[in-house]
């Protein structure tokens, strides 16, 4: 299985800073990343495939990159809204796998 | 753009047995790749299964042999038969649609699984 290993597990930032979260792969897997946003008591949230392509509807401040195994989702100026938690998936292999996530918290 | 219903969860003692259902609207679900994901209380995200559109299921190893995924596309629904329930199964279950790919862009709210005597 591939393992997806995310970090920090936990920011503080205020409203206005660049937030940037990495996530690494156990093994290559090209370009098949995504990035999902979950608030508290409710279903995750596609906000990036593919590494960098955003899903419709979510803001341009959110951005993707990386290859092969490691990956950046960076947030170019945090807004309220966007506190919440942070998964990458890897959508190479079955089984399918998640990193533990990243909860972004206001400072 | 389409939505999904969860239905199913409860309160079970281990060992018992419950199947989940996703009811899908506004789109067909044996045109997707139909998924199970679950999130134990205070925890991440668990792949659980897929099933393709030809038919074919994959599980997590976590639940092979116990769970087993179904679709009526009669109904537009795919189930979870879960089997041999043990306590760490305990989650909020969410049916999520993949296009063609493993990009889960559509989730269902969820539905609760409690596993406990």
């Known amino acids: 299985d591939i393992q997806m290993t995310q970090s920090p597990s936990s920011l503080s930032a205020s409203v206005g800073d660049r937030v940037t979260i990495t996530c690494r792969a156990s093994?290559?897997?090209?370009?098949?990343l995504n990035w999902y946003q979950q608030k508290p008591g409710k279903a995750p949230n596609l906000l990036i495939y593919g590494v960098s392509s955003l899903q419709s509807g979510v803001p341009s401040r959110f951005g993707g990159s990386g290859s092969g195994t490691d990956f950046t989702l960076t947030i170019s100026s945090v807004q309220p809204e966007d506190f919440a938690t942070y998964y990458c998936?890897?959508?190479?292999?079955?089984?399918?796998?998640f990193g533990g996530g990243t909860r972004v918290e206001i400072k | 753009e389409g939505q999904l219903v969860e239905s199913g969860g409860g309160l079970i003692q281990p060992g018992g047995s419950l199947r989940l259902s996703c009811a899908a609207s506004g789109f067909t679900v044996s045109n997707n790749y139909m998924n199970w994901v679950r999130q134990a209380p205070g925890k991440g995200l668990e792949w659980v299964s897929v099933?393709?559109?030809?038919?074919?299921?994959y599980y997590a190893d976590s639940v092979k042999g116990r769970f087993t995924m179904s679709r009526d596309s009669s109904k537009n629904t795919v189930y979870l038969q879960m089997n041999s329930l043990r306590a760490d199964d305990t989650a909020v279950y969410y049916c999520?649609?993949?296009?063609?790919?493993?990009?889960?862009?559509?989730w269902g709210q969820g539905t609760t699984v409690t596993v406990s005597s």
């Open positions: 998936q890897q959508s190479n292999s079955i089984p399918l796998t």
């Open positions: 093994q290559t897997i090209r370009s098949n």
């Open positions: 999520a649609r993949a296009p063609g790919h493993y990009d889960l862009d559509l």
């Open positions: 099933i393709h559109f030809g038919g074919g299921t």
